[in-house]
């Protein structure tokens, strides 16, 4: 049986802002998304911040390079912002294999969407593992804690073999 899953990333809108990209707006809401990304991406003082939390996890997977003051200057950042349309779910996935990191800031704008947030899972044999890249059926998962879709949440996991992570779908009313 297929374990991959197809994502409807039709309905999933996205701007990368470490690539530039250019996106209609009106200048105010220019102007707030570059204040965004400037606080995120300059001076590395987020990866600093994270990297000074969790020194072991760093330690562990990067070696004594992690410890240095030059580290987080290393790290590759990307800062996207997405908008899920009705219709967008993604199944339980690991990220991308390059990935170390993923923080997702929830900016709803009212309370009455928490069920919609970030799902963590747990495979139902507890020996799967996946290196990334792939979305797995839902069926094979088990939602142990949903991180709120709620006004100023914030979520930090590292990206794991077994960090399994999925998004509901998104109906009309969201």
Same mark, same amino acid.
């Given at each position: 049986?297929?374990?991959?899953?197809v994502?409807?990333?039709?309905?999933?809108?996205?701007?990368?802002?470490?690539?530039?990209?250019?996106?209609?707006?009106?200048?105010?809401?220019?102007?707030?998304?570059?204040?965004?990304?400037?606080?995120?991406?300059?001076?590395?003082?987020?990866?600093?911040?994270?990297?000074?939390?969790?020194?072991?996890?760093?330690?562990? =997977?990067?070696?004594?390079?992690?410890?240095?003051?030059?580290?987080?200057?290393? %790290?590759?950042?990307?800062?996207?912002?997405?908008?899920?349309?009705?219709?967008?779910?993604?199944?339980?996935?690991?990220?991308?294999?390059? &990935?170390?990191?993923?923080?997702?800031?929830?900016?709803?704008? &009212?309370?009455?969407?928490?069920?919609?947030?970030?799902?963590?899972?747990?495979h &139902?044999?507890?020996?799967? =593992?996946?290196?990334?890249?792939?979305?797995?059926?839902?069926?094979?998962f088990?939602? &142990?804690?949903?991180?709120p879709?709620?006004?100023?949440?914030?979520? %930090?996991?590292?990206?794991?073999?077994?960090?399994?992570?999925?998004?509901?779908?998104?109906?009309s009313?969201?």
């Amino acid at each position: 049986a297929p374990t991959k899953t197809v994502t409807p990333y039709w309905a999933r809108k996205q701007i990368n802002f470490h690539r530039n990209e250019i996106f209609q707006a009106a200048p105010a809401q220019q102007g707030f998304w570059e204040a965004i990304k400037q606080c995120f991406l300059a001076d590395d003082w987020f990866a600093k911040l994270i990297v000074a939390a969790y020194p072991d996890y760093f330690l562990l =997977r990067f070696g004594e390079i992690a410890a240095t003051s030059e580290f987080s200057g290393l %790290l590759n950042k990307e800062l996207f912002l997405q908008r899920h349309e009705p219709g967008f779910y993604i199944g339980p996935h690991t990220d991308i294999p390059t &990935r170390i990191a993923t923080c997702i800031f929830a900016f709803a704008d &009212r309370p009455g969407f928490e069920e919609y947030g970030t799902q963590l899972c747990v495979h &139902r044999n507890p020996l799967v =593992r996946c290196w990334g890249n792939d979305h797995h059926k839902p069926d094979d998962f088990v939602i &142990r804690k949903v991180a709120p879709y709620r006004p100023n949440n914030f979520l %930090l996991f590292f990206k794991t073999r077994q960090s399994f992570h999925a998004v509901k779908a998104i109906d009309s009313t969201v």
